[in-house]
T-cell receptor, first 112, second 114 residues
Framework: DQQVKQNSPSLSVQEGRISILNCDYTNSMFDYFLWYKKYPAEGPTFLISISSIKDKNEDGRFTVFLNKSAKHLSLHIVPSQPGDSAVYFCAATSNTNNDMRFGAGTRLTVKP | NAGVTQTPKFRVLKTGQSMTLLCAQDMNHEYMYWYRQDPGMGLRLIHYSVGEGTTAKGEVPDGYNVSRLKKQNFLLGLESAAPSQTSVYFC?????????????FGPGTRLTVL
């Protein structure tokens, strides 16, 4: 069972515009959420995270929003740059275990 | 400082063969993890280790064994490879306990089982 879902396999946006990547989860025990970015032939790299006690976390051009009641989180990238083109994975975990569940990823393409 | 490295980068096996994937980290991290990534699916945790000499099962442990004899190394073994184990394998490590700490990933090993 996929407890973390990224329903959009791909997203294409114009440089300078906003990119919004979405993620849904089913397990109410998850209380910590992360986004990882992956370039081809490389391992994922950590991008930004959010705890369930917050509804927003911002780091430069990247902002993650969490809606606990809807079990939904989103990653906003503003403004988008061509170098942001990569696969973005949403991940969820809890403080009480060592198991992190990943979504299938969304391939973002930012066109110049 | 190389971070997390994985050996080999690519491998082709025949069904029934065995092999060991090596993960090494030079960041003195306590936690290490092995994931597999399959098309249309996210990374799934195979096994993990919370310190030297310890291992534990993750979400998809069947068909794999692991060992953490040294803090810097985490080995993933396939005793009798099956086509279902064709995947990209990622190793990761983290400083602190638990998955809420940032994990640092290696570049991956692409394994094909014929």
């Amino acid at each position: 069972d996929q407890q973390v879902k990224q329903n959009s396999p791909s997203l294409s946006v114009q440089e300078g515009r906003i990119s919004i990547l979405n993620c849904d989860y089913t397990n109410s025990m998850f209380d910590y959420f992360l986004w990882y970015k992956k370039y081809p032939a490389e391992g994922p790299t950590f991008l930004i995270s959010i705890s369930s006690i917050k509804d927003k976390n911002e780091d430069g051009r990247f902002t993650v929003f969490l809606n606990k009641s809807a079990k939904h989180l989103s990653l906003h990238i503003v403004p988008s740059q061509p170098g942001d083109s990569a696969v973005y994975f949403c991940a969820a975990t809890s403080n009480t275990n060592n198991d992190m569940r990943f979504g299938a990823g969304t391939r973002l393409t930012v066109k110049p | 400082n190389a971070g997390v490295t994985q050996t080999p980068k690519f491998r082709v096996l025949k069904t029934g063969q065995s092999m060991t994937l090596l993960c090494a980290q030079d960041m003195n991290h306590e936690y290490m993890y092995w994931y597999r990534q399959d098309p249309g699916m996210g990374l799934r945790l195979i096994h993990y280790s919370v310190g030297e000499g310890t291992t534990a099962k993750g979400e998809v442990p069947d068909g794999y064994n692991v060992s953490r004899l040294k803090k810097q190394n985490f080995l993933l073994g396939l005793e009798s490879a099956a086509p279902s184990q064709t995947s990209v394998y990622f190793c990761a490590s983290s400083i602190l306990a638990g998955t809420t700490d940032t994990q640092y990933f290696g570049p991956g090993t692409r394994l094909t089982v014929l």
